[in-house]
Each structure stands twice: as structure tokens, then as C-alpha cells.
């Protein structure tokens, strides 16, 4: 198992434009979270995925982001219209919902930087 | 509304001393992670407790879970180098979703 990819790993954009991120869970986790981190604070959730259903959203997500989990398996993150104020890291987290822990493990992380 | 403290916020020692890091809250929480982050990298998960009272070691890292399922602490004992990094702790809580409650982190640098 190669754990939690996300692609791309930094991604430079203008106000303005949209983006997209992927992130790869590890193989038959069935629970897939996005989390956004800003410089000098810990990670805040932003949405959850369990499958392929979307069962939470944080106030955090506005209208502008999107995201999916097709097929339960890989997950995308669309950022429409970015701003300056949506420069942050962006993790994904999987993890396996049923006996034991429920323990999430985490991405590299996508850094997205809008000038 | 959740919240998870750490302390202290930065952490500069040398070699070979001993450090202790508190994660405290005012909710209990049904387990804490804590996770170590690289500059750029996701974090990396060190361990998971979900007893209260309960106690991990991982070699020379000591962790132990608050008794009503609060707090946290974590004791590194002889830093070196290899531990300076961004250390997190996380509360799950515990709902339908289970997400990760953050602390804001404790930026540890180990000076040879």
C-alpha cells in the first residue's frame, strides 16, 4: 500500500481562475476527508466523504468549492473563482470505517498559492 | 464548539535534553492522534489513544491520554535533530463523521 496521494503537489494560480486537486485514498478506505491548513494553524476540516456520498460540509467550504468522490474511490476538489484568501495547503485523509480505530492518515498535501 | 489548546506554541532546545508537549481541551474527545508535519508535507500519524488513563511509548516518545478524555501530553525524552518538526494533536469527535478537531501545533526545534 503507498498511502494517500494528492496531485498536484503545488499549484500556482491568478485571483480569479479556477482549480482542481485530486487526492487518492489508500486502497479500500471508505472514509475520505478534505482538511485546509493556513500558515501557523492546524488543519480545519472541510468535508467528508463516506463511499461515494458527501455526509458533510463545514461552513468553511463556500459555494465556490465543489467536491466529488466518484465511485468511492478518488476524490476532487474544485476551487472556482479563487482568491487571495484561499492560498493554503489542502490535505486529504482517508480512513477505514469498521473495526477498530478509525484512525485517518493524511496526503503531502496540495499547496496552492493565488497571486 | 471544540477546541483543542497546545502548548507551548515554540519549542527550542538542544540535544540530548527532554521536552514535554500538553494538548488540553474542554470536550472530551472519543480518541487523540498525534502527528508530526514536515515544512510542506502532510502530517504524519505517531499515534492514536482512546482509553482514558492510557499510555503509549514509541521508542523515545511517552504519550498519555487524560483520564476523562480531555487532555493529552506528549514527553520526548534525549531530543535529537530528527524530532524538530510541527507536532499536532487531534481530537476525533466522535460523531457520525469522526473528523479531526486541531490543535494549532507546537514547532519544536532540537539544536545539535
Known amino acids: 500500500d503507498t498511502g494517500v496521494s494528492q496531485d498536484p503537489r503545488h499549484k500556482i494560480t491568478k485571483r480569479g481562475q479556477n482549480v482542481t486537486f485530486r487526492c487518492d485514498p489508500i486502497?479500500?478506505?471508505?472514509?475520505l476527508y478534505w482538511y485546509r491548513q493556513t500558515l501557523g494553524q492546524g488543519p480545519e476540516f472541510l468535508t467528508y466523504?463516506?463511499?461515494?456520498?458527501?455526509?458533510?460540509k463545514s461552513r468553511l467550504l463556500s459555494d465556490r468549492f465543489s467536491a466529488e468522490r466518484p465511485k468511492g474511490s478518488f476524490s476532487t476538489l474544485e476551487i472556482q473563482r479563487t482568491e487571495q484568501g484561499d492560498s493554503a495547503m489542502y490535505l486529504c485523509?482517508?480512513?477505514?470505517?469498521?473495526?477498530?480505530?478509525?484512525?485517518?492518515?493524511f496526503g503531502p498535501g496540495t499547496r496552492l498559492t493565488v497571486l | 464548539t471544540q477546541l483543542l489548546e497546545q502548548s507551548p506554541q515554540f519549542l527550542s532546545i538542544q540535544e540530548g535534553e527532554n521536552l514535554t508537549v500538553y494538548c488540553n481541551s474542554s470536550?472530551?474527545?472519543?480518541?487523540l492522534q498525534w502527528y508530526r508535519q514536515e515544512p510542506g508535507e502532510g502530517p504524519v500519524l505517531l499515534v492514536t489513544?482512546?482509553?482514558?488513563?492510557e499510555v503509549k511509548k514509541l521508542k523515545r516518545l511517552t504519550f498519555q491520554f487524560g483520564d476523562a478524555r480531555k487532555d493529552s501530553s506528549l514527553h520526548i525524552t534525549a531530543a535529537q535533530p530528527g524530532d524538530t518538526g510541527l507536532y499536532l494533536c487531534?481530537?476525533?469527535?466522535?460523531?457520525?463523521?469522526?473528523?479531526?478537531?486541531f490543535g494549532t501545533g507546537t514547532l519544536l526545534a532540537v539544536q545539535p
Open positions: 485523509a482517508s480512513s477505514f470505517r469498521g473495526q477498530g480505530r478509525d484512525t485517518q492518515y
Open positions: 486502497s479500500e478506505h471508505n472514509r
Open positions: 466523504f463516506q463511499n461515494e456520498a458527501q455526509l458533510e
Open positions: 470536550s472530551v474527545f472519543s480518541s
Open positions: 489513544v482512546v482509553t482514558g488513563g
Open positions: 487531534a481530537g476525533a469527535d466522535g460523531g457520525a463523521t469522526n473528523k479531526l478537531i
